[in-house]
């Protein structure tokens, strides 16, 4: 459930024997449809790292934070059929949108510990990194190219190395 499988529309009754519930448990835990929506992007928004977590050299943690957020099911074409769920509701679309300024943030800390001369403006460059990395994923949906990401990681590094 968390990774909200279905491409097709889905009922408090379909998931709630994947969660172990009763769909009047949904209903009492969560309200609605959009209640567990909601509390499924809140969850998300509580994994986004607010700081880098200084195990690894940071181009390192870099690559493994992409590598893990563009894995599917975030990464391919049920992901945009997430995002336009998202998108056409208020609430959904306000958390989404925190959601990516935490990222951003996360990335602009990254990158202003990265060893990276290219990096003039860390919040300039998170920015552009954030955009280029979800159009990736946009193309590789489209395409079914699992690497477009990841190259996509590697061509920015590169250009600031």
């Not at 279905?6 to 709630?16: H, S, Y």
């Not at 563009?70 to 336009?84: D, K």
Request: net charge negative; proline share 6%; hydrophobic share 45%.
């Amino acid at each position: 459930m968390a990774d909200r499988q279905a491409v097709t529309p889905w009922t408090l009754a379909e998931v709630a024997p994947v969660v172990g519930l009763s769909a009047a448990g949904i209903v009492k835990r969560f309200g609605s449809r959009q209640g567990v929506l909601l509390a499924l992007s809140r969850r998300w928004i509580a994994t986004i790292p607010q700081t880098p977590n200084g195990d690894l050299l940071p181009v390192e943690e870099l690559r493994g934070w992409v590598a893990e957020r563009f894995a599917p099911p975030h990464g391919n074409a049920q992901g945009l059929s997430q995002l336009i769920d998202d998108l056409v509701d208020e609430d959904l679309r306000r958390l989404l949108a925190e959601g990516w300024g935490l990222e951003r943030a996360y990335l602009k800390a990254l990158l202003g510990r990265c060893d990276l001369p290219g990096v003039k403006n860390p919040g300039v460059c998170a920015a552009i990194l954030f955009d280029a990395l979800n159009g990736a994923a946009l193309r590789a949906a489209a395409e079914g190219s699992a690497d477009l990401v990841s190259q996509t990681l590697d061509n920015l590094l590169e250009q600031w190395t």
